[in-house]
T-cell receptor, first 115, second 111 residues
């Protein structure tokens, strides 16, 4: 199947700093990518839908100025957590739809810890 | 927005037995896909099975099969001959204009 690479797999940062998470589709073009947040023992909560070349669509309650999403190419989407706070600590997962839009492939996830 | 409901937080099955995980969803879209994903402790999402809404025939993948009732908006997963390696979190997912997940069911397999 198609491969989605998410980097880094884990990161620790200080409060007030920004962290960028990359999501790359390695062997296919992804017109749409999704970003999720997952708290321990909970489900994946959709944060935003990212379409190449256009602004991301954020879910209600997700601060677009805090969670900056850029989908500049058909193989790369980035999520930047700006001015991170301890409550932003979580597991973030991206997924990418193939151009057939029939199946989403997931990255390995990023564990963010803000200290 | 579309919603996905999994009403079983935890399920348990004896090894080699059969277990069914429930999922219902709500949507006004006519064209969509439904999925079951498995998430082991590594947290990597693993696709178990997929169903296209326009297909009436239930999807089957080896020991995994679904019971897709479109009118009732129900999409249950049956795992036959359960194995120890099947133990994980299972998420039902809906893909239309976006992709959303149910709350998950933690499956335990007893030897």
């Amino acid at each position: 199947g198609a491969v989605v690479s998410q980097h880094p797999s884990w990161v620790i940062c200080k409060s007030g700093t920004s962290v960028k998470i990359e999501c790359r589709s390695l062997d296919f073009q992804a017109t749409t990518m999704f970003w999720y947040r997952q708290f321990p023992k909970q489900s994946l909560m959709l944060m935003a839908t990212s379409n190449e070349g256009s602004k991301a669509t954020y879910e209600q309650g997700v601060e677009k100025d805090k969670f900056l999403i850029n989908h500049a190419s058909l193989t790369l989407s980035t999520l930047t957590v700006t001015s991170a706070h301890p409550e932003d600590s979580s597991f973030y997962i991206c997924s990418a739809l193939t151009d057939m839009n029939t199946e989403a492939f997931f990255g390995q996830g990023t564990r963010l810890t803000v200290v | 927005a579309q919603t996905v409901t999994q009403s079983q937080p935890e399920m348990s099955v004896q090894e080699a037995e059969t277990v069914t995980l429930s999922c219902t969803y709500d949507t006004s879209e006519s064209d969509y896909y439904l999925f079951w994903y498995k998430q082991p402790p590594s947290r990597q999402m693993i696709l178990v099975i997929r169903q296209e809404a326009y297909k009436q025939q239930n999807a089957t993948e080896n020991r995994f099969s679904v019971n897709f009732q479109k009118a009732a908006k129900s999409f249950s997963l049956k795992i036959s001959d359960s194995q120890l390696g099947d133990a994980a979190m299972y998420f039902c997912a809906y893909e239309g204009n976006d992709m959303r997940f149910g709350a998950g069911t933690r499956l335990t397999v007893k030897p």
